[in-house]
Antibody, heavy 117, light 110 residues
Framework: EVQLVQSGAAVRKPGESLKISCKGS????????IGWVRQMPGKGLEWMGIIYPGDSDTRYGPSFQGQVTISADNSINTAYLQWGSLKASDNAMYYCGTVSRYHFDYWGQGTQVTVSS | EMVLTQSPGTLSLSPGERATLSCRAS???????LAWYQQKPGQAPRLLIY???NRATGIPDRFSGSGSGTDFTLTISRLEPEDFAVYYC???????????FGQGTKLEIK
């Protein structure tokens, strides 16, 4: 069974850094893209970027290029989303999902990020 | 830039009724690239339909997708209580790689 388990909720202050994770199991981790999606409070879904763990090929959505970094550690079947300097506007739920080329198949449970002074 | 516009924004229906949700693309989309997701409060999205008309694993056959070009439709033939949720259409673009979501349709109990 394919499962994606995300790290727990995080609370940070503006300007702090953060790295959240998404651990895959039940499939060959290096063979499928993993994507990240943001959902701001009460809003819709926004695609942030994807990574192919097999060769670390990474693509970003235009609104997120330069704002976040997506990476993967194949030794532990885990993908990451990180911020160097958080803003209040980064308050959101973040989901990871496996991407079968054209759509998101399986989703993690989500990680709530709260940025507050 | 591709824009997906879903209508209506909110749809109020009763269990047992038929629901028709629309997704209109600003440019023509290959049917292979169009998907639909369901999201219930406090839950992650779930894939319902991919390739415009293919049901994902475990999705009941009351859910169906259709359309081509710029107009796509998700139909729920007979609403069950657990179907009241928010539905998103989604499109893959290749040049550059881009995944675009519609703004969502909230299906609520009348």
């Amino acid at each position: 069974e394919v499962q994606l388990v995300q790290s727990g909720a995080a609370v940070r202050k503006p300007g702090e850094s953060l790295k959240i994770s998404c651990k895959g199991s039940g499939y060959i981790f290096t063979n499928y893209w993993i994507g990240w999606v943001r959902q701001m409070p009460g809003k819709g879904l926004e695609w942030m970027g994807i990574i192919y763990p097999g060769d670390s090929d990474t693509r970003y959505g235009p609104s997120f290029q330069g704002q976040v970094t997506i990476s993967a550690d194949n030794s532990i079947n885990t993908a990451y989303l990180q911020w160097g300097s958080l803003k209040a506007s980064d308050n959101a739920m973040y989901y990871c999902g496996t991407v079968s080329r054209y759509h998101f198949d399986y989703w993690g449970q989500g990680t709530q990020v709260t940025v507050s002074s | 830039e591709m824009v997906l516009t879903q209508s209506p924004g909110t749809l109020s229906l009763s269990p047992g009724e038929r629901a028709t949700l629309s997704c209109r693309a600003s440019q023509s989309v290959s049917s292979s690239y169009l998907a639909w997701y369901q999201q219930k409060p406090g839950q992650a999205p779930r894939l319902l339909i991919y390739g415009a008309s293919n049901r994902a694993t475990g999705i009941p056959d009351r859910f169906s997708g259709s359309g081509s070009g710029t107009d796509f439709t998700l139909t729920i033939s007979r609403l069950e209580p657990e179907d009241f949720a928010v539905y998103y259409c989604h499109q893959y673009g290749s040049s550059p790689v881009m995944y675009t979501f519609g703004q969502g349709t909230k299906l609520e109990i009348k």
